[in-house]
């Protein structure tokens, strides 16, 4: 686990975050006293040699790059000189205070947009939105799926279907589907259309295997092997780099997904006999599969220790810039939406809390996406963005949502919170981001250290 594009991560994350609410806050006439990344011992400090009018703001880089905050003149923290009484948090219009607040988490869906629509621009590689075989028995499968169809377009039901230029498109459609319980129509390429009764999903299937219940897991590939591990059942068989798998027993391998499938249901510690293909050669093999039991009582899966398919066709994503923009702006509205869906149905337990992910999952996805380059760095940073911006916008009391739940109150009464109520909220927020965290932390040991 690299730890350096984590930091960096949270780093830039957090000084958008606050930057937001001191861009606002001076532009409100608000005096900053302190604008700091990070909490702790401070290990740098400065100030600007021409400060703003009115300001005499303190920037602060703290040991533990795990927040920040900006503090600002206040009544309710301080004593404040009656010559700067003016320029105290406390004594600024509603308006004005609910923009302050706000500013933070909209900064973080501004700098999602801003991410996504870079990508759109820069162009990604992606792989054709040709399918896989489907999973057998699956929601795919029984719809008449095979392998190997072209998705020209897909739209859900009662919508306009829409060109999918890459299967990742087509994944954010299956995965939205799946989780709203939509229907997705499929229009192929070879004519025809298909229609994946996503519907018939239940909600608390929502979870990492969700893709192999609606059956379509990657794009195609041809079922060559790659890289061999040393010990593995497949070094063992006499399997190669680069031999392609045309039959495993009695069946066609199909695809590289097909073949995946046939080596996980491999579990009786039995060999079997594989047709392999071998510069220009056949030849006939016995490998036996090692029986491997996944972690949190999944059920036992054969396994060959070797890479399993070839690189699927790809093709060069692009957008111009009205467009990438627009798109930018669609898809940060789609992963808010999504989020929030999702976060409401754990709360009413339609969904279950294993989705739930803390830093050292965050951690370990930004060592792995700044190892796959530029793109899918930016990528995970637009999606932790997003991310961070719905989560301060939760109604909660310690979180920007909670105080804006205040201003709302004080908007409709006229009158603020009272301090003894203010407390108790605050107690309880406190209570309900520490479950939540001990849940997420909790997901993120099973899942690496399970």
Known sequence: MNPIPFIVALGVLIAIHEYGHYRVAVACGVKVLRFSIGFGKTIYRWKPRRPRPGQDTEFVIGILPLGGYVKMLDEREAPVDPAERH?????????????????GPIANLLLAV?????????????????????????????AGLQGGERVEAAGFEGETARP????????WLLTRGALDGRDLRLVLARGGEVLLPLSQLDARDADAQMLRKVGIVSPWSAPVLGDIMAGG???????????RVLRVGTQDAGDAQHLRDLIRGQVQGKPST?????????LQLEVTPDVVKDAGGAPAVGRISAYVGAPAAMATVRYGPLEGLWNGAVKTWDVSALTLRMMGRMVIGQASVKN???????????????SLGLTQYLLFLALISVSLGVLNLLPLPVLDGGHLMYYLWEAVTGRSISDAWMERLQRGGVAVL??????ALFNDVARLFG
Do not use: C
């Not at 999918?164 to 087509?170: G, V």
């Not at 594989?274 to 056949?282: I, K, L, P």
């Not at 520490?434 to 849940?439: E, F």
């Open 434 to 439: 520490l479950v939540m965290m001990s849940i």
């Open 356 to 370: 739930l992910s803390g830093p050292l999952t965050i951690a370990d996805y930004a060592g792995k996406s700044a």
């Open 164 to 171: 999918m230029r890459s299967f990742e498109d087509l994944r």
């Open 114 to 142: 801003l991410l996504y629509a870079t990508v759109n621009w820069m162009g990604v590689e992606e792989p054709q939105p040709v399918l896989g075989s489907p999973v057998a028995g699956s929601i795919a499968a029984q």
């Open 233 to 243: 059942a497949a070094e063992r068989a006499g399997l190669h780099k680069g031999d």
């Open 87 to 103: 320029l105290a948090f406390n004594t600024r219009p509603l308006k004005a205070r609910a923009a302050i607040v706000a500013a």
């Open 274 to 282: 594989w047709e392999v293909e071998r510069a220009g050669q056949r």
